[in-house]
């Protein structure tokens, strides 16, 4: 016998990896944070003996979701502006609104809320985009969730940085501080390609591979991107970056909603991440991400919700649905992104592209403990034929029951072990408050 | 003093007509089933002793909200078969599935699963079509959900009838059994163009003006159908229902993913009801349902969840999400079906369509109390800017707290009040796993 931290008994378990696989009364060992082994429950009984076992008999496990693009803060902004399309939405409302009210304080609260909001959702990783990247990486650190966190650039100055060399060393500051911890990460994150010019965008290529991280960038999202690069360099943005080098497979390509067949085989060429964001690309009305055709060319498929103000959750369930439901709908083919293949793009998909797939993004032994019991026996997820088909068809966020991070227990039976609901929610609606009356 | 049944104090009130209309810190007075008045607190207070006070100081109190087209009993085949075109669906899964299981317990236990997860999602009222109504009719009964119950036809011979006009007799039959009971109401519901001959259509055109009441069909759903149709008829479905006289504001017309132009010009014209089924048209890659382009027409719209085997829930605010989100997708108009107008077609405009909103759909004094109120105060939907765009673009069922119709508690924080959930939950599971053994 021997002894280790954890066992979790699910009704079933979804590794992700193999593909399609559904294990039935499996145990999940567990122990210094890391998973030991996939056993039958027998085996785990006669081989270990568990500091905690967790016994879930309608339960199905699955590897913790990764949301691959958000803005954490804009937790704060949620519901802010709404029907609304993307030019007119950031210039008049959000930017503005950024503008006068975007400070640590209230980076460091919309960070706390989203946060919250996605371990109760089943979400342990993010990869996020916004100001003060550090104050984010220190909340996502104390809540235990993991995070990649965007060293972000942008030509103009904000409260973050004046300029881009700015904005290139705070970034890297961040980087420095937080290189030994195992759960968070830091990206370069240019904004846009109509937001960051030629000269940082050589620069971030370079710091990428001398770091060796990823590239975190909103690409091709509007109709109206393309049009303003074809007018200002010639070329349309995803020409334009080719030409700089930053098509690789360290790029997270963040909408591609404008794509030319072309430049679908040239992102596969490249090895390029697509992280594909439905609900925020209906709700902006963005345009289409070919997301099969992305698919059967080769190129590797994440999921992100984007920001709570264009979304507005930061529900993964809600966006694997999504994303399933679009690709049948884009293509008329009922097909399109079937159930498993939704579920992989959220987990592994995820992983990938935040270059942290050897750690975890499936249920393998040696991986990190990054886990979510989800709860199928409430009235809107049974009976359960496939669970997998449950999970992206039939599933809520609040039946997520319990969330591991490296092994560490963030939420469990529904209520968060680390992080302060009643406090968290009242400074949001503080903050919102003096918001709304403009103060 | 007055004494009352119920006084309701929400943090906001949103009645829905007013069109757009925000109220905070009102009483909502009911008595005897009834809404009497909406009030400011301290008037409430001055002028009424209840019977009971409910408190929701995080809450947002709606109508309650209307199911416009499902197949309840289908519940039981969530999830039995995915990522399958309609008609493949249908043929070579749906229909042998049920010619082989549906029987009264299947739409007994199946009717109280759905029901179940209705109400506690915060749906006071649906409209069935299904086997078996006058099982549907009394599970409803017993629950306390409002419900409109299709008498189905259908061509081909089923485990409920043999041929039309048994189909119609037995219908009547649970018409005239149900005619006096304030919550259940009864529609024709032809099933859809291509599996109902003109004759039957003809006597229930008949039928339904003599009994006033409505009637629900599926309509112009697919591609196939419109071809199939003009196949054999030499004209499409709409067209051929517009000479059989069925184009009448009594009709319920379902789905409607493929109109021409003219079609909806003659749709407005008859004061046809439109009923949007986003999530399931979105799955079985049905097409576009031309929701902005109806409305402009002026062609009243509800919405609905379809059956649990092609959505997989029956969650309104899902669908109410789907619906705002997929009108912005498919116009590329991200003002587009605007949050408010979303919860007007899930409450008002089915209502309308079921042509109860003399009595219902909306909270003003002299209708039914069907009553939803809504925790705000959670994560994923807080801080609030807009109650509103809060219910439709970031709250999940499950915050749903408390549910009325007719002024009974039906759901009281969460927890249901008449329905036994294990028995229920385990029944179903019992049907389904002889089904999946194929026994």
Known sequence: MKNIDLIIYARWVVPVRPREEVLENMGVVVNKGKIVCLLPRQECERCYTAGEVVERPHGVLIPGLINAHTHASMSLLRGYAD??????????????????????????????????????????????????????????????????VGMIVIDFPTVWAQNSDEYLDKGMAVHDAYRHESRISTTFAPHAPYTVSDAPLERIRMFADELDVQIHMHMHETEHEVEESLAQYGVRPLERLDRLGLLTPRLQAIHLTQLLPGEIETLAGRGVHAVHCPQSNMKLASGVSPVSAMREAGIPLAIGTDGASSNNDLDMFGEMQSAA??????????????????????????????????????????????LVCVDLKQAASWPVYHPVAQLVYAVARDQVGDVWVEGECLLKEGLPCKMNEDYILDAAQEIASRIAAGE
């Open 83 to 148: 029907d609304l399309p993307l030019m007119k939405w950031l210039s008049e409302y959000i930017w503005p609104a950024e503008a006068k009210w975007v400070d640590e304080r209230f980076v460091e609260f919309g960070a706390e809320l989203a946060i919250l909001e996605m371990i109760k959702g089943g979400t342990t990783c993010f990869n996020d985009m916004y100001f003060f990247p550090d104050v984010v990486a220190r909340v996502a650190k104390n809540s235990g969730i993991r995070a990649s």
């Open 325 to 370: 439901l679009m690709a049948k709908h884009d293509t008329l083919n009922a097909e399109a992104l079937p159930a498993f293949d939704a579920l992989e793009a959220a987990t592994l998909g995820g992983a990938r592209a935040l270059a942290i797939d050897s750690i975890t993004g499936s249920i393998e032994p040696g991986k990190a403990a990054d």
